[in-house]
């Protein structure tokens, strides 16, 4: 079944017709049914009526080009389609968009070049009664719009290469362009761009990962192209001792020695992190050498850098130390101990240390004292090299130096007599002399190689015996003479005892003194004095003693019911009495000696028998309950032997 259109008719109604088919085997052409097979009866002759078509005005471009065809006069979107009859004719035309034709970041350039039936751009075509399709042919090439540019764009300095053309200033900040489809292209960005000196600009990488200098891809679309830039700030890696020219500095993997290894300037990216190393001792010679405290980032030892955020030094902090020797002489002392700065060292450790001392430091040293060797022989100190005690602290430390503890190496000597009952003689040791007990037995500690006066007296005269000196330990029979000390030694001064006579005449004495005023003083006359001798077989040393006064009191002033009684042994009568050396008092006796009583009443001889003479003068009360009668006064006259 087929529709038409009647072609005399405006009222558009539609007409069928029924078309007969060819007749069977034996039938006619006329479709009457005569060929033997059903039909339909045709209507022969002319028709009036055409048949209905579709035609499509179409182009080959992009469908996002509008305005591309005309149809009859009639501006179409393609594609288009109409319905025609046969017969018709039909104004097609190639439509003429802007040229170029702009979407987006996309142009296109146009040319038509033909319709597909041949036929010019606008030309009439005559559809048939099948569907036919009209294509307007075009070629067609497409620019994309690209930028080339820099990121971040704080920077007027450096310049952008495009294609071989510098832009520099502003103008390298971001340029663009339209380029061809396939088209490739150079681009070049400066490796520095600086700002200014504490912070510049340098070249990371391109958008599309080629290097500094590169070429592009094809260009297939549209592209930005970035020059990516990251800040750089300038660091210092140095050592904090100029003078440190020894020794390394590594940074991230270059090692700077010696003289390089004092100042490096160099510019790191923002955030980024490096590694710092720097030698631990430097080593100037065999006693001087600087040694690593810290970084100033805060770090003790080697390590990898805080993100950088700004310009930066780094330093080194190094100190400069002295090789200083702490040693005892001599060095075969090697018992007891020494502290340094608190870490104590014994024995033979202590006989020499070594210490890296900081400059301008100081430092606490002890040395024991004495050292022992064992029970006779010891090291005693003496003195520090820089004169200073046992324990002190150094001056502060400048140079290498060598802080020595001297000690005395020494021996124990004893000294002694035999018999200890003789403790009434005395020893002297040097410029020491020792009396009484203290004679007896000594123990002295004397330096090696010394030499020591050793002297003894004799006889010793105790009160009842006398020692006499018979020799020494020693075969020496001096009583003096001197020791040199090479060893432990026991020098015995032997002694043989034997009694002591002791014996005294005293003159038959009595002295008269006859009427005093009060308060009068009465001196011995020549006639007068009493005479005392000694009888005994030994040196003796004579006491007095008041042992009777009546009712007054003997003191060494003048009083009521008050006396002083004084006396003097000498040759000749004496001008003065000593108001404190000279008085008598009451028992225990006052002994004579080379203050008391005089110069000649002690260590008097005996043989010959020594013979003195003994003053008296008496100083009267200055008032009594007696005022007239008679006074006896008595004291005693003593020996003792001498302690000599």
Known sequence: IKIFYSSDSYTNNAAINIEGGNGGAGGDSNGDGSDGSPGCNGSPGTYSQREIGAMVVTTDLPPEIPDSIWVNEIKRAAPYQISVIPGDSILIAAGYPPNPYTIDDTKYHLLFLSWDDGGDSAHWVHPVTDDTT??????????????????????????????????????????????DEGSVHDLSASEVDSVDNTRKWHFNNWSDGGTRNHTTAPITAPETFTAYYIAQFPVTVQKSEPADTFGFFVVDVDTFRTTASTFQRFWWDSASFHGLMASEIDTIDLFNRYELINYSDGFDTAHITAPLIGPTDYIANYRRYHRCAIRKSPSLNTYGFMVIDGDTVLGAASVEQARWWGHGSSHDVTASTPDTVDSVEIYEFDIWSDGLPPSHTTAAIDTPCTLTAYYKHKFRVIIQKEPVA???????????????????????????????????????????????????????????????IQGDTTFIAFYVGESSII???????????????????????????????????????????????????ATNYQGFDRFSLRARFQESQPVTF????DILDYAPHIWSSATKFGPEGFDMGFSPPDTVNMWLQFWAPTASDTAYGEKTIIFNVLARPTVR
Not at 137 to 160: E, N, W
Not at 422 to 427: K, P
Request: aromatic share 14%; hydrophobic share 40%; with cysteine.
């Open 134 to 179: 009209f294509i307007a042919h075009y070629t067609y090439s497409r620019q994309f719009f690209c930028v080339v540019k820099k990121d971040p764009i704080v920077d007027t300095v450096g310049t952008l290469a495009v294609d071989g053309f510098d832009y520099t200033g502003a103008e390298s900040d971001s340029q663009s362009f339209w380029w």
């Open 503 to 553: 014996s005294i005449w005293v003159s038959d004495t009595i002295w008269d003194i006859d009427t005093l005023e009060i308060a009068e003083v009465r001196t011995m006359t020549p006639g007068e004095l009493i005479r005392v001798a000694n009888l005994s077989n030994t040196y003796i040393d004579l006491g007095l003693a008041i042992i009777e006064s009546a009712d007054w009191l």
């Open 422 to 484: 003789d403790s009434c003689g005395w020893l002297a040791l040097d410029s020491d002399t020792l009396w009484g007990a203290e004679s007896v037995f000594q123990t002295r500690w004397w330096e090696y190689g010394s030499l020591h006066n050793l002297a003894i007296s004799t006889p010793d005269l105790c009160v009842d015996s006398i020692y006499n000196f018979t020799g020494w330990s020693e075969p020496i029979m001096d009583t003096s003479f001197i020791v040199n």
């Open 578 to 581: 000593s108001p404190s050396n």
